[in-house]
C-alpha cells in the first residue's frame, strides 16, 4: 500500500496511481470512484486519497484484481442475503431464468456511481464512507426492495432485463429508500457478511482451482499430441516418402 509520508513527495495526487497496481482493464470503475469522491470533497489531493482508502482499504482485497475475486465473492453473498431477505422476488427471477449479477457487478464495482440519481448517490456514499462495503449491500437489497412488486407485475424475462436496465434511476425518495436499507432489512450483522464471505471466497478458490487444473490437463494432452493435421491432408514428410 501506499504509506501516509507519500504525501509529502512532489508529485500530482494522481501520478500515484501507478503506485497502487491498479489492473488497467478496470481503470473505468477507479476513474468512476474517484470522480464521485471528486464530487463530495470538491479537493483534488483529497479526492485522490479517498480513491486510496477505498480500493486499498474499505474495499476487501483482490476486488479490482485480474480475477476480481473478492468481487466475485460478494456477488454470491448478495444472492444468499436476497434469498433471505426477498425470497418472493428471487423465487420470481429464478423462475424467468434472471441472473442479477449481470445488474449488480458494477454497482459493487464502483459503489452504485453509474446507478443512483445524484442527491440520493451522495447520502449512499456519505454512509458507505462511514461505515464500509456493509452498506453497499444494505442499499443494493433496499433498491430490490423499493422495486419489488414493479418487478413481481414483469412475466417475461427479456421484459425483467430491459427494466433492471434503468430501474435504479426512477428511485427519488432517498428518505423512503434509506429506511428500508436501514430498519427494513435489520437484523443484518456484520458476523454473518463475514461468514458468507469466508464461506463464498473458499467455494471460489476451490472451483478456480479445480478450472486451472482442467486448463493444465488440457494443455499437456494437447501438447503431447502434437500439432493436429486436417483429415485427407498429409505432410510434406509423408508425399516425399510415396515419391
Known amino acids: 500500500g501506499v504509506g501516509l509520508g507519500a504525501r509529502d513527495l512532489p508529485l500530482p ?3 500515484w496511481l501507478q503506485l497502487l497496481h491498479l489492473t488497467p482493464g478496470l481503470l473505468s470503475s477507479h476513474s468512476r470512484l474517484a470522480a464521485i469522491a471528486l464530487l463530495v470533497l470538491e479537493e483534488e489531493e483529497s479526492a ?3 480513491l486510496v ?3 486499498e482499504t474499505i474495499m476487501p482485497a483482490d476486488y479490482y484484481s485480474k480475477t476480481l475475486t473478492s468481487s466475485q465473492v460478494d456477488q454470491r453473498v448478495l444472492q444468499d442475503l436476497l434469498l433471505e431477505k426477498l425470497p418472493r422476488l428471487m423465487a420470481h427471477l429464478g423462475h424467468h431464468r434472471v441472473d442479477l449479477s449481470f445488474i449488480t457487478f458494477n454497482w459493487f464495482l464502483v459503489v452504485f456511481a453509474d446507478s ?7 447520502r ?3 454512509a458507505f464512507l462511514y461505515e464500509g462495503t456493509k452498506v ?8 430490490f426492495k423499493y422495486n419489488e412488486e414493479a418487478i413481481l407485475r414483469l ?8 427494466y433492471l436496465r434503468f430501474f435504479t434511476k426512477t428511485i427519488c425518495n432517498s428518505q423512503k429508500l434509506m429506511n428500508i436499507a436501514f430498519n427494513d432489512m435489520n437484523p443484518f450483522p456484520m458476523k454473518q457478511l463475514r461468514q458468507l464471505r469466508t464461506a463464498h471466497r473458499e ?16 494443455l499437456e494432452t494437447r501438447n503431447s499430441q502434437g500439432p493436429a493435421v486436417p483429415e485427407g491432408c498429409t505432410s510434406e514428410d509423408e508425399g516425399e516418402g510415396d515419391a
Open 13 to 15: 495526487p494522481f501520478a
Open 155 to 162: 412475466q417475461d424475462g427479456l421484459e425483467i432485463y430491459q
Open 124 to 126: 449512499v456514499w456519505d
Open 136 to 143: 453497499v449491500f444494505r442499499y443494493a437489497l433496499a433498491i
Open 116 to 122: 443512483l440519481i445524484s442527491n440520493i448517490l451522495l
Open 203 to 218: 467455494r471460489l478458490q476451490a472451483e478456480l482451482h479445480e478450472l486451472e487444473q482442467l486448463k493444465a490437463e488440457y
Open 48 to 50: 485522490f486519497w479517498c
Open 53 to 55: 482508502a477505498i480500493v
